[in-house]
């Protein structure tokens, strides 16, 4: 059974951190790349980043550029997204995503708030 499993999200202020996780099963995780994903209420679905399956290539939106990383363990299953000097935009459902070819797996999200 696959499963993407998101966490770490949360609320923050301004200029503050969080770093999420996306835990994998049931399928083999070096063979896919990852991604990250958000969604705010009223919009579409946008692409925040990219990380190739054995991590050597990695790609960024230009609005999260310079704050964002992403990073995977393969030993773990997991890929991470670490997010600095976070602004209310980024307020959003953060949703990982798991690419190999035509298949594509999803996870439930994890609702980051950036607030005062």
């Known amino acids: 059974q696959v499963q993407l499993v998101e966490s770490g999200g949360g609320l923050v202020q301004p200029g503050g951190s969080l770093r999420l996780s996306c835990a994998a099963s049931?399928?083999?995780?070096?063979?896919?790349?990852m991604r990250w994903h958000r969604q705010a209420p009223g919009k579409e679905r946008e692409l925040v980043a990219g990380i190739s399956s054995f991590g050597g290539v990695t790609s960024y939106a230009d609005s999260v550029k310079g704050r964002f990383t992403i990073y995977r363990d393969n030993a773990k299953n997991t890929v991470y997204l670490q997010m600095n000097n976070l602004k209310p935009e980024d307020t959003s459902m953060y949703y990982c995503?798991?690419?190999?070819?035509?298949?594509?797996?999803w996870g439930q999200g994890t609702q980051v708030t950036v607030s005062s």
């Open positions: 049931g399928f083999t995780f070096t063979m896919y790349a």
């Open positions: 995503n798991a690419a190999h070819g035509s298949t594509l797996y």
